[in-house]
Structures are given as C-alpha cells and as structure tokens.
T-cell receptor, first 112, second 114 residues
C-alpha cells in the first residue's frame, strides 16, 4: 500500500464547475497536510495547508481533512482553464524531524 | 517575495560525467530538502538537512550522489558518474523551523543524461 494515494486522472470538469480532488494516507499519526499545484514542466506550488479536522477555505479553494478516515480533499470552485494542472497531495509525519510524503498527483483538466 | 533559488535550470550531460546542482533556500529556513521527480510521479526525497546536518539520506544513492550544506545556508547536490536513469527534475525545497510547516519549492533543475 502506498503511503499517500491519489487517483492519477485525468479528472475533466467543465469551466465553472467544482473540481473535487481526493487523497488518502496510510500513516495514522500524520500531522500536516498540503496541496500543491504543478503545471507541466514547472515545480510544485503550495496552494493549501491544513492541520486539523474540518474545512479550510482560501478563495476558490477548500481543503477538507478527516483524520479518522485518513482522508484529505481539495475542492476548487468555479474552475477555470488556468486551473488545469497536476495537483499533488503531501503528508507530513514524524516528530522533531518532519518527513513529507507526496502522492503521484491527480491531473485536472478544466474544459472551456 | 522570498523564493528558493536553484541553478542551473536545465542541464544536459553525457553518461559517466559529473554534474552539480545548487540551491539557496528562503532566508532563515533551517530545513532544506532535495527531491527527485520523474515524469508522472510525485517528488521523492533524496536528502534532508537541518541546518548543516543531514537528518535523512536513506534514499540517496550514495555510490554516486553526494550532498552538502557546509554553512547551513546554500546546498550542492552532485552526481558522479551520471547514468541514463538519472534523467529527471531535481527539486530543492525549504521550510522554517518549529514543526511540520509549509515547504516551498525552487524552480527545479531539469537534468537530461544522454
């Protein structure tokens, strides 16, 4: 079982719709969770971080965390073609020295 | 806005040659990471520094890869000799102290080994 799992996609949504990206993780003691956006040929860009159960909203992005189910998701409202990218889920574990584990990413395509 | 700097951005080298990458983290960030990302996969940690000390190099192929962060600021990752399978994006990231904080990536170095 992979430590951080994501559906590779592609996930296709029409412009203006809500895109829902999901991630599950295996280490129950994981503490921090991050979503990165990565355009083709570019480096990952941090878009959301979440540390406690529930929802966290930032503009059109909402991160949702459920530690009991070991599940974290990212919702993108009013999706735009410029949101087309690969979205990486990252999970931080450890004490003192923190290790970040990345999923393989979900490719999102927003259709104009 | 503070950024992680990396150079070169692109590197083409022949197999068996030596290659080096440089990274300058965000000012004040104590933790520095080197990752390798193969197309279609997520970044995989090669080495993690806390200040000048290596805290995790378990996935670093030590027979050919080396990394240093002598003064606890900028860092160099070296490959010698390069192999065809080393072709990938090499990413440097940094994070601040005090817990599992946000990690910020530099632009990366795209390495092609021919």
């Amino acid at each position: 079982q992979k430590e951080v799992e994501q559906n590779s996609g592609p996930l296709s949504v029409p412009e203006g719709a809500i895109a829902s990206l999901n991630c599950t993780y295996s280490d129950r003691v994981s503490q921090s969770f991050f979503w990165y956006r990565q355009y083709s040929g570019k480096s990952p860009e941090l878009i959301m971080s979440i540390y406690s159960n529930g929802d966290k909203e930032d503009g059109r992005f909402t991160a949702q965390l459920n530690k009991a189910s070991q599940y974290v998701s990212l919702l993108i409202r009013d999706s735009q073609p410029s949101d087309s990218a690969t979205y990486l889920c990252a999970v931080s574990t450890g004490t003192g020295t923190y290790k970040y584990i990345f999923g393989t990413g979900t490719r999102l395509k927003v259709l104009a | 806005e503070a950024e992680v700097a990396q150079s070169p951005r692109y590197k083409i080298t022949e197999k068996s040659q030596a290659v080096a990458f440089w990274c300058d983290p965000i000012s004040g960030h104590a933790t520095l990471y080197w990752y390798r990302q193969i197309l279609g996969q997520g970044p995989e940690l090669l080495v993690q520094f806390q200040d000048e000390s290596v805290v995790d190099d378990s996935q670093l192929p030590k027979d050919r890869f080396s990394a240093e962060r002598l003064k606890g600021v900028d860092s160099t990752l070296k490959i010698q000799p390069a192999e065809l399978g080393d072709s990938a994006m090499y990413l440097c990231a940094s994070s601040g102290a005090g817990g599992p904080r946000e990690q910020y990536f530099g632009p990366g170095t795209r390495l092609t080994v021919t």
